[in-house]
């Protein structure tokens, strides 16, 4: 009982700064795209940045908690064989019909869970339901960031099956939290997208085909760098952290031709298109009347049930798995 209430202890002073290692991204990505509305929009999301850009995280603390969600986050097409980007339904009850629900939760459901969190946003704005737009337009953009991952396609998720465990944090969370000051986040104003449902696909199949890269160049690199300099300490949460290195990740994104760039650059972009067709299609309602305050920022409210399923685990594995049993242990604390 000690050696359990140590651990809780340690988990609840730690998780706050260990966990926000993985969500930098997502919290960046839709702040930027807020910028990026029209003005009739821009009122009621730029008085509430605050909300958009914090509760970004929400669907991924949702993870462990609510049975349905983890499948949200992530497809993995080599389950459903050769090409099953370019041959899986686009539409979900076609794709039911095809394999069974079940068989789809198991390998993923990204794209169809963005189709339809983008309906409910259509709903919320057409019923100007402040809080639901605004829960909603964080959720949809997480999903959206999610799905411009190449690692958020595969089963390889994490690179456990080609020996690179710790290389989904590495691309999208070390990455962006060690150069995205420098990236250039300007895309231009928000556009319409005729059919969502097909442009989300669009943007997994583009995410796919970059996969081999992400997979690949870490390899090539990894054997040119020795492990003093592929890995570095730093303090976190006053422990003394094993990470990639500062030139080891720059090397990455350079022979990656900026890949990580790009992709932080479309995911802004597409959310902010999606935003804007969900409030076209419901009608442009007036949005002024909704800006009389601002939403606190508070923590979602999450109720626990059965345990979940399908649950990844790579947030916050920043590098593979440190040697030392001390550190070690304590990484393991806040590990879900």
Do not use: C
Request: charged share 25%.
């Amino acid at each position: 009982m000690k050696k359990l209430f140590l651990s809780l202890l340690v988990f609840f002073f730690l998780s706050d700064v260990l966990v926000a290692w993985g969500f930098f991204a997502h919290r960046r990505i839709n702040r930027l795209a807020v910028y990026s509305l029209p003005p009739e929009m821009l009122g009621l999301f730029k008085e509430n940045i605050q909300f958009i850009t914090e509760n970004a995280v929400n669907p991924d603390r949702r993870r462990y908690a609510v049975m349905g969600e983890a499948e949200k986050h992530y497809i993995d097409l080599e389950a459903f064989g050769d090409s099953a980007a370019y041959r899986l339904p686009r539409y979900w009850q076609d794709a039911v019909d095809l394999y069974t629900e079940d068989t789809l939760r198991r390998y993923g459901i990204g794209p169809w869970n963005v189709h339809r969190t983008t309906i409910q946003l259509t709903k919320a704005f057409e019923e100007k339901n402040k809080k639901s737009i605004l829960r909603l337009a964080a959720d949809l953009g997480h999903y959206i960031g999610d799905l411009n991952v190449p690692l958020h396609t595969t089963r390889n998720y994490n690179g456990q099956l080609t020996g690179q465990v710790g290389i989904h944090a590495f691309w999208e969370s070390r990455v962006p939290e060690l150069l995205s000051d420098d990236f250039d986040f300007f895309v231009g104003k928000a556009s319409y997208i005729d059919n969502t449902q097909l442009a989300i696909w669009e943007a997994v199949i583009q995410a796919h085909t970059a996969l081999d890269s992400v997979l690949n160049v870490e390899k090539i690199l990894s054997d040119r760098f020795e492990a003093d300099k592929k890995y570095s300490f730093e303090e976190r949460g006053n422990i003394n952290t094993r990470v990639y290195s500062k030139e080891f990740t720059t090397a990455y994104h350079q022979a990656l031709d900026a890949q990580v760039e790009r992709q932080m650059r479309k995911s802004v972009k597409m959310i902010a298109d999606f935003w804007y067709t969900a409030w076209i299609n419901a009608g442009q309602p007036d949005l002024k009347e909704l800006q009389r305050k601002p939403m606190e920022v508070d923590t979602e409210e999450i109720h626990v049930g059965p345990k979940p399923q399908n649950i990844r685990e790579h947030e916050g594995y920043l590098v593979q798995p440190d040697p030392d049993p001390r550190r070690a242990f304590i990484s393991s604390m806040w590990r879900p």
